[in-house]
């Protein structure tokens, strides 16, 4: 299979996305979750930085062009339905806009209450100019 023709094994939905799950390629911390389309999947795989479909702006992102917090592509596996993608990456810095290493940092519990158990590493103020 050709370069042109690897989005051709993704099974995009119905608005020619893929979610994508990426994970810190030696620890297997998961990071976060975002979307792609097929021009984020193949700019990812040509360029090896990783690049996402933002959703509510309706225009590539690439990882980190904001906040400097890049995404580093080590390789890009596909799932057994071929409709969701796991992105091993090497992670710069944090990964979650709230300034947490992963966006997964809070937990629900049994009583129905959430707590975090991450902390903020980053003031996202400083991450994002604001």
Known sequence: MSKADTTAWISFDAEGLVPAI?????????????WMNREAVAETLATGRVCYWSRSRRQLWRKGETSGQVQRLIEMRLDCDS????????????????????????????????????????????????
Do not use: I, N, W
């Open 22 to 34: 990426a994970q810190q390629h030696d620890t297997g911390e998961v990071l976060m979750l975002a």
């Open 83 to 130: 409709d969701a993608l796991l992105l091993r990456v090497e992670q710069t810095g944090v990964a979650c806009h709230t300034g947490r290493r992963s966006c997964f940092y809070r937990q629900l519990q049994a009583d129905g209450q959430e707590r975090e158990v991450l902390p903020v590493k980053v003031d996202p103020d400083e991450l994002y100019g604001e």
